[in-house]
């Protein structure tokens, strides 16, 4: 993104590579011209959302005032989520951004998909330091009635491993992979959401604040059922058979 950017390509490239609820708070805030971007910004925790105020506060002159913009903003958010809904893969990454506008970034990625399960959620990571929204966006998921449950790695299975296992307060079912199934020095290490299984996310990102909004990660994701279905069922028959168990 450069300076020469036009306000048109700006609101394009935010709907791209943010949630339509973070769009439509923006453009909520654009109707209120520079004072309701300084408000959003002010309030809110998410650096992503922060900078896109600032960077729409530049193009607030009297040629394209706060309603013009969030017109712009919600009609790119709206395509954007019509032409998501018939691809079958998206590359989501968090990290630096560059010459190609393609990518979406992982906690965009995760909101809407945790705010799009409607039976089951499976969540396997390594390391799991959740940020707020995510742990509040999973609360919300079971409160309506969503089956969630975490795989995460644990100390007392892996010796070496120092991260915290998060989501303590959630009502979830809560799996590992004891010691004793493993090979020695063998840590799970992978990180999935699979969506009433007919979506998945696979890529490096762990469950953390840093890995959606700081680190450089890549994932891809899979609207796709057959695989989607494939990664849950492929949990539940090492559930099945013992290998994997219901932590404590």
Known sequence: MTSSDTLEEVAAELAERLPYGDINQIAS???????????????VAGITVRTACQRLRGHLTDDADGLYIAGLLIGAAK?????????????????????????????????????????????????????????AALASAATRGVEVTLLLEQQADNPKFTGSTGFSRLPVTRLSWPAHQREPGAALHAKIIVVDRRVALIGSANLTGHAFEKNFECGILLRDADSARAIAGHIDSLRDIGVLAVAA
């Open 29 to 43: 805030a654009c109707r209120n011209g520079r004072p309701g971007l300084r408000a959003l910004e002010a309030k």
């Open 79 to 135: 395509a954007r989520k019509s032409l998501r809904s018939e691809q079958g893969v998206d590359v989501v990454w968090t990290g630096p951004p560059s010459a190609v506008h393609t990518a979406r970034l992982t906690s965009a990625v995760v909101s809407e998909l945790i705010d799009s399960a409607r039976t089951e959620l499976l969540l396997v990571s390594y390391a799991s330091y959740p940020p707020a929204s995510l742990s």
